[in-house]
């Protein structure tokens, strides 16, 4: 068996063949917030070969309870530059593309310049998040979208499923979610992390927003803060990830 000493454990659990796989795929993951940062680490730490990561976002200081890159020596910096250099030093061989923008419909080329093996969805802005989705589907590509990981404390309470059968429908995100789907002809077909805890927040904070992407298109939306933990936003990412691989090298093991 010949293994290289950065991956050796993984080929322990799933062999060379798989890991061969996995160093040949290339996964996209939009959103580098407390699910997405968790996702895009665990692959490089799994050896996929290649990664786009796509996030707007600079560290705040409300980040640094749940979000890897996020420290008060990184405030203010750029979460896609930070992942740059934190996925390269966990894999130096590992192929990055870095996308810095706010993912909108101006960003539908990226599915043109790369092919994708794989998307993980890790958006928290729904207009974004339902053109993400529909748009790996008009490409047939795999996805898996985080369906709320905010407003909940116990990560035991996640689970992998279909869209379809989410059990928690009247959530406010997963119902508008579902709802906007609908509308565009997508009832199933799409995985998910979803939880079965019902969300909880002590206080409503909302705030207008103006993003401007490298496009030039202003976004101005209304921001909903939820309550976050340290602890489900993380398991969430770490379970898309796991769904990935498994989904990439599935009847090797």
Same mark, same amino acid.
């Given at each position: 068996m010949s293994m290289t000493e950065l991956f050796s454990r993984n080929e322990l659990f799933w062999g060379a063949e798989a890991q061969n796989i996995l160093k040949n795929a290339h996964v996209a993951v939009f959103g580098l917030g407390g699910v997405g940062g968790f996702c895009a680490e665990s692959l490089a730490r799994a050896g996929v070969g290649e990664l786009t990561i796509i996030d707007f976002d600079t560290v705040s200081e409300s980040n640094i309870n749940r979000q890897l890159v996020a420290l008060h020596s990184t405030i203010g910096q750029s979460k896609a530059q930070l992942f740059n250099t934190r996925l390269k030093d966990i894999n130096p061989d590992i192929k990055l593309n870095v996308i810095e923008d706010f993912y909108t419909d101006n960003l539908n080329n990226i599915f043109n310049n790369f092919k994708? =093996?794989?998307?993980?969805?890790? /958006?928290? $802005?729904?207009?974004?998040?339902?053109?993400? /989705?529909?748009?790996?589907?008009?490409?047939?590509?795999?996805?898996?979208?985080?369906?709320?990981?905010?407003?909940?404390?116990?990560? $035991?309470?996640?689970?992998?499923?279909?869209?379809?059968?989410?059990?928690?429908?009247?959530?406010?995100?997963?119902?508008?979610? /579902?709802?906007?789907?609908?509308?565009?002809? /997508?009832?199933?077909?799409i995985?998910?992390?979803?939880?079965?805890?019902?969300?909880?927040?002590?206080?409503?904070?909302?705030?207008?927003?103006?993003?401007? =992407?490298?496009?030039?298109?202003?976004?101005?939306? $209304?921001?909903? =803060?939820?309550?976050?933990?340290?602890?489900?936003?993380?398991?969430?990412g770490i379970f898309m990830a796991s769904y990935i691989v498994q989904d990439l090298i599935k009847g090797l093991k």
């Open positions: 994708f =093996t794989y998307c993980a969805d890790a /958006i928290d $802005t729904l207009r974004s998040k339902i053109s993400l /989705i529909e748009n790996c589907v008009k490409n047939g590509i795999p996805v898996i979208s985080s369906m709320g990981a905010g407003n909940r404390v116990d990560p $035991t309470k996640l689970y992998i499923t279909d869209i379809s059968t989410i059990e928690n429908k009247n959530a406010p995100f997963v119902s508008n979610c /579902i709802y906007q789907l609908k509308k565009l002809g /997508i009832e199933n077909g995985t998910v992390v979803a939880s079965r805890e019902k969300p909880y927040c002590k206080e409503k904070i909302s705030s207008k927003e103006n993003v401007t =992407t490298k496009a030039g298109e202003l976004l101005e939306f $209304t921001k909903i =803060t939820p309550s976050s933990t340290p602890f489900v936003a993380s398991c969430a």
